[in-house]
């Protein structure tokens, strides 16, 4: 069987100098190029997840905060608008040839890459119109691979890698956070995401020692 690595959501918007910077933001993108560099072949696949929301005055499923200010923890600014710069992998993310795309939130409020949609691969813009494919699930497309584990890397810790390794959890993989290779919004929510994943058996661990 086999093992994929999913990159979640390294995007202009999530990094230094986005809309909803995740402070090291920038080195997770760096860090994680480097990973698939030197030890790219030990994954038979990899994932890399988007946000991809409808823009204002769409709220996106009560995603977006309209006419009030976010909470941050529910509702959030605008962010990773669809055929936009701040939704663009960011530019040190170095993804290779045959990357799976997942795009999530089109008008909803996903989390986890296990919501959204895998697409054709992006233009070499970056932030360009797919073309028109058949809606396929995340976890359908590595069971077809023979993938049964995965490796979660990416933005935000607190947020949408938590969410992911759970629904990949749920979903029947063998799940592991690399940490290292992780950003989290907050202190707190972090200490209190990983928590939780190492409660429900999820294994925490490095891109080292992985």
């Not at 009560?62 to 960011?90: K, N, S």
């Not at 996903?110 to 919501?115: V, W």
Request: one cysteine or more; proline letters at 4%; glycine letters at 10%.
């Amino acid at each position: 069987m086999g093992r994929a690595l999913i990159v979640v959501d390294v995007q202009n918007d999530f990094c230094e100098g986005g809309a909803l910077a995740v402070a090291g933001g920038a080195a997770v993108a760096e860090q994680v190029s480097d990973l698939l560099s030197r030890a790219g072949d030990a994954y038979d696949v990899v994932v890399a997840t988007a946000d991809w929301h409808e823009p204002l005055p769409h709220d996106n499923a009560g995603h977006f905060a309209v006419g009030a200010d976010p909470d941050y923890v529910a509702t959030w600014p605008e962010h990773c608008v669809r055929d936009t710069a701040g939704a663009a992998y960011h530019p040190a993310l170095r993804l290779p040839e045959g990357t799976v795309h997942v795009r999530k939130g089109q008008g909803r409020q996903d989390y986890s890459g296990f919501e959204g949609v895998v697409t054709p691969a992006e233009s070499a813009a970056g932030a360009g119109a797919l073309a028109d494919a058949a809606p396929a699930g995340l976890a359908d497309t590595l069971r077809a691979q023979a993938v049964d584990g995965v490796d979660v890397v990416g933005l935000a810790t607190d947020h949408c890698v938590t969410a992911t390794a759970l629904d990949a959890l749920d979903a029947g993989f063998d799940v592991r956070v690399l940490t290292d290779l992780t950003a989290g919004v907050g202190v707190r929510t972090t200490i209190d995401a990983l928590t939780r994943l190492a409660a429900r058996g999820v294994t925490l661990t490095t891109s080292d020692a992985r």
